[in-house]
């Protein structure tokens, strides 16, 4: 099981709990605003809001919470203005982690995920140190409910998906980033349930490792998610 996907599931698992503390709507909250910002607040014409939307409604989310968060992201209410910055790190036994983060503040958050990241016995690398190892791919992921990898299959080939990957709850299809939104398009029209879809970096090749390096592996990435600012982690273990 790759990496990313692995960390998927352990995060779906997680939610219950992080919701409980707030964690999963500040980060949903987060997105909401920011794509309600970059192409505008109307679902329809925005699948990245249109998404997000339908991920908070899952995560139980009030509907005013989700009406205030698109009006802090277009400017119809006053809000915290927000970048998108991703970061390099090594965890133990030079894994490589790609950390996406939205921020109302680069220098805390640097200054805060490089003390973090050290406690773990890692380190916070510079542009391009890592990134080498990860391409950017398109990554939905389909609930399999009563579906067949065949029924997949059949329309995410004319739509040109490069992969398929079968878990133990869900399908996930990768795509070219050219071809992304057609592929999500195709699955979104034959009513299937999308958990899940955005551009993510998905390693070039993964490190296995035995059980007792794979745990220090984990609980660096659970550490670092559990950063306010820290919304995706991706890395080059085999879990």
Not at 21 to 34: A, D, M, N, P, W
Not at 45 to 73: H, V
Not at 188 to 215: R, Y
Request: net charge negative; aromatic share 6%; charged share 30%.
């Amino acid at each position: 099981m790759s990496g990313h996907s692995k960390w998927a599931t352990i995060k779906r698992k997680k939610a219950s709990t992080d919701a409980a503390r707030g964690k999963v709507f500040t980060k949903i909250i987060k997105e909401i605003s920011i794509s309600a910002r970059d192409v505008g607040g109307n679902p329809d014409a925005n699948p990245r809001l249109r998404l997000a939307i339908q991920i908070a409604k899952n995560a139980n989310m009030p509907q005013d919470n989700i009406t205030r968060a698109i009006k802090k992201g277009t400017g119809e209410l006053e809000g915290v203005s927000y970048e998108e910055i991703t970061y390099e790190a090594y965890a133990p036994h030079g894994i490589a982690v790609m950390i996406e983060c939205v921020t109302d503040n680069r220098n805390r958050t640097v200054a805060e995920l490089r003390h973090m990241i050290a406690k773990q016995n890692g380190n916070l690398g510079e542009s391009g140190s890592v990134a080498w190892m990860f391409e950017r791919k398109g990554v939905v992921t389909v609930s399999k409910e009563n579906h067949t990898e065949d029924d997949v299959m059949e329309i995410i080939l004319d739509a040109g998906a490069d992969d398929l990957k079968t878990e133990e709850e869900y399908f996930e299809v990768i795509s070219n980033v050219e071809n992304f939104e057609k592929v999500r398009k195709a699955i979104e029209a034959k009513k299937f349930k999308i958990e899940h879809a955005a551009l993510q970096f998905v390693a070039k090749d993964l490190i296995e490792l035995d059980e007792k390096n794979a745990a220090d592996v984990m609980r660096f990435l659970e550490v670092v998610e559990e950063h306010d600012d820290v919304q995706n982690l991706y890395s080059n273990a085999d879990l």
